[in-house]
T-cell receptor, first 113, second 112 residues
């Protein structure tokens, strides 16, 4: 399978705990994006990397959120001191070149109890 | 700010019927994509169509960039077409920013 992969697919945690999600983009895609989707809404942009550089961050990305893409390949998204409002589907996408067509992974569904 | 509006919000069809979904956007775009989100949450690429017309089997899409809208046509609908259809754009005015802005989607239900 050469698509975008995400791990874990589901995560249940208690309020106040830290969680980390991983995204592996399509091989050789230089751009990687994180989005968040809540029930009944379209995905909302969180942050974007070109290679290992984090170029854009949304106002949605509070201080409790941090993302990395250390070698320009996979990326991690960490949420510290989770809150119930963080419950959502976290989606990762990747793209290549100027065409910028984005391909999405299956998502990580986070539930904060 | 960037506005992407989709209509209708909900659509219920009998199997075999045709449908048209609409996406209006507030400014010129250099990327427009249509997605189908399946019941498990996976976003499936349907079309990359910043302008022009494309067809893929029973699905086709048209973007009229000068009038700031895009249409997704589904013909001879099947129950497996059910799900949420999203339009997402990247505006030219967003400059170097590459992220997509999504509409709120059209929930399609196809009845057997």
């Amino acid at each position: 399978d050469t698509g975008v992969s995400q791990d874990p697919r589901h995560k249940i945690t208690k309020r106040g705990q830290n969680v980390t999600f991983r995204c592996d983009p399509i091989s050789e895609h230089n751009r990687l994006y994180w989005y968040r989707q809540t029930l009944g809404q379209g995905p909302e942009f969180l942050t974007y990397f070109q290679n290992e550089a984090q170029l854009e961050k949304s106002r949605l990305l509070s201080d409790r959120f941090s993302a990395e893409r250390p070698k320009g390949s996979f990326s991690t998204l960490e949420i510290q001191r989770t809150e119930q409002g963080d419950s959502a589907m976290y989606l990762c996408a990747s793209s290549l070149g100027n065409r910028n067509e984005q391909f999405f992974g299956p998502g990580t569904r986070l539930t904060v109890l | 700010g960037i506005q992407v509006e989709q209509s209708p919000p909900d659509l219920i069809l009998q199997e075999g019927a045709n449908s048209t979904l609409r996406c209006n956007f507030s400014d010129s775009v250099n990327n427009l994509q249509w997605f189908h989100q399946n019941p498990w949450g996976q976003l499936i690429n349907l079309f990359y169509i910043p302008s022009g017309t494309k067809q893929n089997g029973r699905l086709s899409a048209t973007t009229v960039a000068t009038e700031r809208y895009s249409l997704l046509y589904i013909s001879s609908s099947q129950t497996t077409d059910s799900g949420v259809y999203f339009c997402a754009v990247r505006l030219i005015s967003s400059g170097s920013a590459r992220q997509l802005t999504f509409g709120s989607g059209t929930q399609l239900t196809v009845l057997p």
